[in-house]
């Protein structure tokens, strides 16, 4: 007889509907075919345990399993439970008029448990593209799913929970979920608050400013002056995520398996700080079965390198690009598949490898020659790629013994958002453009229009300081962000004058 289940293959952050078509016929062997990886080939040893120990039994005959379509490489233990119920479908075990209103998924263990998968928010979307009533999904999966209107979740334990189901023994329960309570529960649910960062108000307001318009930082100083208490803090100003934000970070870690356990939505924007020994397939993904890097995990959110020049110049250089076209393609032999990875980049270093250049206390025992090589791992086209360059200096102990409150992130991120929605009001209908930082040449000669004081102020910098014509449009957009954090309609000379402050640390000036 032949049966026919449905499953699902996930290739980068979506997923192809994919049919189970099992036959059985005489014979003694089995035969998986459809471009199957060997976890998939393996599956079949996973399945004869698990229908035994349900008490059906294995069909001692030829059969022949086709995932379809065949030119998509099937990857995982997913298949399970759609080839096992196939199996006893087509060998008479059970009868269902409901298969082809669901895609079934599931890792099955030999007991007949069903095991968790990865992409079933993807898996949803697709389904519901593909018009199937719903999904029958292992329980720790069926929240995630359920985040799409218009489909039945049916969470499963079992696998004999799967066949009572279908046989109408004993129905499935279902999973619903409520995204607006899911947002209203941990909205502003942050651990760390700005209000515990003594001093630094300069700082802060960089910051503000690079929350404002979504704009990358890099924070230079020596150890212990705060740079990573701050940048850990910026999730914190940033506005809250946008339901489909929220969706398509959540597809990114949910095909990386990395969504949380006790969550089917991500809510709070992603903060990834990868270690400095990271290699440039685990930065942007890749992998002979291509999976997304930290640039795409920190898609709508931030991605912190600390210890910047300790990267190697390979993992900063191949990130230029994504940085720019805010998405990352990953090309193989037999697969190219498309990451997200619109992030807000926050690097920090030291100004030399002791450390101390230009600290007001401790002297630098570098020398010149060191600081610049030290510099120099970092290339000048990332640094402009970088809108905001900012010295932390230590924090003076009077500071530190200070007993007012500093303004909490709350406070900061109403600032933020007002700034953030003159912005969509402005960008609406321009397609991938939500802030300044994402603006291309065109709109910044539209929008950042500057008076003839203006133009001979950035000039004069531009001669200073040795900026590059892509840090010319680097300190437009800074500037836009600071008249829109004002709520002005024109650039003044004051913000153009704070924005070019922040290119100070480009190399020839830091140096001297």
Known sequence: MLAKTYSSAVHGIDATTISVETHITSGTQYFIVGLPDVAVKESIQRIESAILAINHQMPRQKIVINLSPADIRKEGSAYDLAIAIAVLTASYQIHSTELEDYVILGELSLNGKINPIKGA?????????????????????????????????????????????????KRLPTASISIDDIFQKNINNYELDFSEVRGQENIKRALEIAAAGGHNVILIGPPGAGKTMLAKRLPTILPPLTIDESLETTKIHSVSGLLPSASSLMTARPFRAPHHTTSDVA???????????????????????????????????VMRQPLESRNITISRAKITVDYPSSFMLIAAMNPCPCGFYNHPNRPCICGTANVQKYLSKVSGPLLDRIDIHIEVTPVEFNELLESRKAEKSEAIRERVIRARNIQECRFKGISNIHSNAQMRAKQIREICLIDATGKGLLKTAMERLNLSARA?????????????????????????????????LDRQSWLG
């Open 472 to 504: 010319y449009d680097r300190i437009l957009k800074v500037a836009r962000t600071i008249a829109d954090l004002e709520q002005s309609i024109d650039i003044k000379n004051e913000h153009l004058a704070e924005a070019i402050q922040f290119r100070s």
């Open 283 to 317: 930065l942007v993904g890749g992998g002979k079965n291509p999976r997304p890097g930290e640039i795409s995990l920190a898609h709508n959110g931030v991605l912190f390198l600390d210890e910047l020049p300790e990267f190697k110049r390979s993992v900063l250089e």
């Open 121 to 169: 928010l993807p898996i949803a979307l697709q389904a519901k593209r593909d018009g199937f009533k719903g999904l029958i999904l292992p329980k720790e999966n069926a929240e995630e799913a359920a985040i799409i209107d218009g489909l039945t979740i049916y969470a499963a334990n079992h696998l004999s929970e799967v066949v009572d189901h279908l046989t109408n023994l």
